[in-house]
């Protein structure tokens, strides 16, 4: 399934990028303004997933022919899309992009959306953040990306207040003491495990499964609607001067509104994808704050 997991802005840093595969051609040689006389040229990971080759079918259909470029490693595509050897990719969230433009000094920009996959919050005694009560503890991961966004989904149900409106860059420190419940941060392995000893906990999508519950038993997650969730929505990137491209901007369109593309990706993600279709200027304004934030933090 092509969608990324938080990763911290060191880990980003420091990761080596692995060299491009199946790029013969540069997307040069491929569509331009209008399409042009090639393919369009998407870096994807993971083009095994059927709603892949759905997708491919929903453009032809509308003349526009599109060339998945597959990749194995997430720090594939935005280089290999810097480079020319692709047109778009979508294959990552805001976070993740604005990273890497950091660390690249690149200005890839987001020309759309395509889902959020929600962070969840799970209890074994209660049956909603209304019955919380005031003072509980509830724990959320330990790792940066994963303990900021968490806090987040607290925020937005309720639970907790943050220092400055919150962040991805907020740890427990910044939980305000008029909060309604105290915040513990544990190994994000354990915290599924720790459920019988909090009200509640943020469990990693990874772990729900292996914890005997469903994403269904969740009793709060990211709010696609609340501004803090937009820079974990899922993208198509471009280069900036492409970002305007009438048939990059279709092609965004077939996969936001083809049933059957959306019904595909709803099965490869389990069922937890949560599709939204924030305007493109909303993107840019998150990519902006999230690379200041990023900077103000280096």
Excluded at 121 to 146: C, H, K, M, W
Aim: net charge negative; aromatic share 8%; proline share 5%.
């Amino acid at each position: 399934m092509s969608v990324i997991k938080p990763l911290s802005v060191t880990a980003f840093a420091l990761a080596v990028v692995l060299g491009v595969s199946g790029c013969a051609s540069t997307a040069s040689d491929s569509a331009g303004e209008g399409g042009g006389d090639g393919p369009v040229r998407i870096g994807v990971v993971g083009a095994g997933d059927p709603y892949w080759a759905t997708y491919v079918e929903a453009a032809a259909a509308e003349g526009i022919e599109v060339e998945l470029v597959d990749f194995t490693e997430y720090t594939q595509p935005n280089p290999a899309l810097s480079a020319d050897e692709l047109d778009l990719n979508q294959f990552q969230h805001i976070i993740y992009l604005a990273t890497y433009n950091v660390s690249s000094a690149d200005d890839l920009q987001p020309i759309g959306a395509t889902a959020i996959y929600p962070l969840g919050l799970y209890s074994s005694q209660y049956d909603s953040v209304e019955d919380i009560p005031e003072g509980a503890t509830v724990a959320v991961p330990n790792d940066e990306s994963n303990q900021a966004r968490g806090l987040l989904v607290l925020q937005s149900a309720g639970l907790v207040e943050l220092e400055d409106g919150g962040s991805i860059f907020s740890t427990v420190a910044d939980v305000l003491p008029e909060s309604k419940v105290t915040v513990e941060a544990l190994d994000a392995a354990f915290t599924a495990t720790s459920l019988p000893d909090v009200a509640a906990a943020i469990i990693n999508n990874d772990f729900v499964t292996d914890a005997g519950l469903s994403f269904d038993d969740a009793i709060a997650t990211d709010d696609p609607s609340d501004p803090n969730a937009v820079p974990y929505v899922n993208i198509f990137a471009a280069k900036a001067e492409d970002a305007d491209n009438p048939t990059y901007q279709r092609l965004v369109e077939i996969f936001q509104t083809d049933q059957a593309v959306l019904d595909g990706l709803q099965e490869a993600s389990g069922g937890t994808a949560v599709f939204v279709t924030t305007p493109a200027s909303d993107l840019v304004a998150s990519l902006t704050d999230v690379e200041d934030d990023i900077r103000a933090n280096q």
